[in-house]
């Protein structure tokens, strides 16, 4: 799978981590920044990973912040995404199952190392349902054409 990942600067660490992560699980990693600990906007990086996803040059995106909550409010402004924090393995795997969720955003202050581990291997190992589900996320992706 192509995953395209972000952070800013609070979120730079863990970023590392989920890239070792993924790299070790054999997908391929597009690494969209930031690149160190030095103060950056989050909107910015959100908007690199959002459009790589509304492009489909990337399968699924990765945002990582002091919470996760602002980057997916910056990400879901894009046509195409689905963007959500989770905070743990349960509503990592419902986002995929039942949401078809595209951006994985992480709180990079809430959670442990192991947590992060845990979530990223689940969402990345969890397939879409389908079904009913599916008619609900048509639902949504019909609603970007809203004004």
Same mark, same amino acid.
């Given at each position: 799978m192509r995953i395209a990942i972000a952070s800013d600067h609070r979120g730079f660490q863990v970023k590392e981590q989920v890239l070792e992560l993924l790299r070790a699980k054999g997908h391929e990693v597009e690494d969209a920044g930031t690149s160190s600990a030095e103060s950056v906007d989050y909107p910015d990086f959100a908007a690199i990973v959002a459009r790589k996803i509304g492009d489909e040059s &990337?399968?699924? @995106? =990765?945002?990582? &912040?002091?919470? @996760? =909550?602002g980057m997916a409010i910056a990400a879901n402004k894009f046509k195409g995404v689905r963007a959500a924090p989770c905070n743990d393995e349960v509503?990592?795997?419902?986002?995929?199952?039942?949401?078809?969720?595209?951006?994985?955003?992480?709180?990079?202050?809430?959670?442990?190392?192991?947590?992060?581990?845990?979530?990223?291997?689940?969402?990345?190992?969890?397939?879409?349902e389908g079904g009913r589900h599916q008619r609900r996320v048509e639902k949504i992706t019909q609603l970007e054409q809203c004004d």
């Amino acid at each position: 799978m192509r995953i395209a990942i972000a952070s800013d600067h609070r979120g730079f660490q863990v970023k590392e981590q989920v890239l070792e992560l993924l790299r070790a699980k054999g997908h391929e990693v597009e690494d969209a920044g930031t690149s160190s600990a030095e103060s950056v906007d989050y909107p910015d990086f959100a908007a690199i990973v959002a459009r790589k996803i509304g492009d489909e040059s &990337c399968d699924r @995106g =990765i945002l990582i &912040c002091g919470t @996760g =909550i602002g980057m997916a409010i910056a990400a879901n402004k894009f046509k195409g995404v689905r963007a959500a924090p989770c905070n743990d393995e349960v509503t990592a795997e419902i986002s995929r199952r039942h949401n078809d969720l595209n951006v994985l955003c992480l709180s990079a202050d809430l959670l442990s190392p192991r947590m992060v581990e845990r979530m990223v291997d689940t969402w990345t190992n969890t397939e879409f349902e389908g079904g009913r589900h599916q008619r609900r996320v048509e639902k949504i992706t019909q609603l970007e054409q809203c004004d």
